[in-house]
């Protein structure tokens, strides 16, 4: 399906995100699979006290990167987002290893989500081969992405409106529940003091279930990307930016109180569930507890909304931060065309194969698809810490040039608090991965975790030695509104 082009001009990025848009897509970077299947994960193990203090020290600090984030994409909004930041703000070094790994984990991401997706199907058609229903769910995606960037967005509005919808029906009828309106007798907040309660497993466990934290609000970083091909992104931007609070405040922390509430941290049904298992999930537990017969069936296809949107929103966000590695040449240049329709079409079907190829390895080998899928495991964090380090560099050199913080658009909560506090959080994140290897020496577990690490600092030194690049001085900081190469419509 590629189009030549030999007797073609090229088109521009074109701006037709609207505000609706982008704040979907920031909603459902934050629901996910996470959420409605190993949320109750984490209160089994730290119980609720411990859980919802790990998830709200977690969601501080996705507060404090998004608004980062915002400052920089509402003053420079940009396809490559923190990699072309990175880039202009602190070492082309760095934003060369930062594009790489943010693509490389959402195309090995994308092959993980559909396979999810296929389980899922089985729920009901337990006779039809999981693949078959993966590849209709990776053919689907690509068509979505190929028509134009307005077909991603409008797709990616209503699959986030159908887990908002199920979120909030969750949580009235848990609220229902607690209050002893439906489901028999009130449960109150007795859970909260039963046996160990609140607080199980010490400090150990709260650290525990804040990296578990960290993976379930990944995705949250998606509006930057995004930002390139907003039609208004000073106001669509900050916008959804501003609302992230809210969003981890109602969806998560609240989503776990009532989950809590209603299930003691030692119900068994909390460690078992997964997509293979969708009637172990807490929010089928709940839906039938409140007398909805139905709720398997109704939280499967919830479910396979949100992993459809995953490798949705995933290989949109590669394709465009392969273009943008192509603009800034840090890629072949045939992955920055784009065709008439606002579409980077070389690194849509470029990034398509590299997927197909990765989901086709479970066939041969196994166990090589499991080591691709646990390198991309801290890639996620790595994005989220070249966005502090971005923001840091950025505000520092914006001043050091003379401009005053007056003339942004959007003011980032807490400078420098913020970026420092994210920066220290996700190291200790990627550090505090697997501690227990470690302690054992168990070097092929380490390796299995940490795999991403070695990747990122090869190709950061590479471009490094190879180039000889540098830190760029404060004053020598493009803070120019553009990025090589690349152009827009509207």
Known sequence: ?????????????????????????????????????????AISTAGPGGALTAYVIMGIMVFFLMTSLGEMATYMPLTGSFSAYSTKFVDPALGFAMGWNYWFNWAITIPVDVTSAGIVMNFWLPHVPSWVFSTVVLVLIFLINYLSVRSYGETEYWLALVK????????????????????????????????????????????????????????TELVGITAGEAATPEKSISKAIHST??????????????????????????????VQNITMSPFTIIFKRAGLAVAASIMNAVILTAVISAANSGLYASTRMLYSQAREGYAWRFLGYVNRRGIPIYALIFTMIISTLAFATQFVVPQAYMYLTDASGLCGFIAWLGIAISHFRFRKAFVAQGHSVNELKYHATLFPFGPIFAFVLCIVVICGQNVEAFAKMDWSNILITYMSVPLFLV????????????????????LSKSTKGEKYDG
């Open 164 to 219: 908002v919808v199920t979120v909030i029906v969750f949580l009235v009828v848990g609220v229902a529940i607690i209050l002893g309106i439906m489901g028999g007798k009130p449960v109150g907040f007795s859970n909260f003091h039963y046996k160990q309660a609140p607080f199980v497993g010490g400090a150990p466990a709260v650290i525990s279930v804040f990296l578990v934290a960290g993976f379930s609000f990944q995705g």
């Open 459 to 478: 190709l950061f030194f590479y471009y490094k030695i190879r180039y000889r690049t540098h830190m760029i001085p404060l004053k020598q900081v493009d």
């Open 245 to 274: 609070f809210w969003r981890i405040l109602l969806f998560y922390i609240f989503a776990i109180f009532v989950i809590a509430c209603i299930l003691p941290y030692t119900n068994k049904n909390l460690m078992n569930a997964d």
């Open 1 to 41: 399906m590629a189009e030549s082009t030999q007797g073609q001009q090229e088109g521009h990025i074109k701006r037709t995100l609207e505000t609706r848009h982008l704040a979907m897509i920031a909603l459902g970077g934050t629901i996910g699979t996470g959420l409605f299947i190993t949320s109750g994960s």
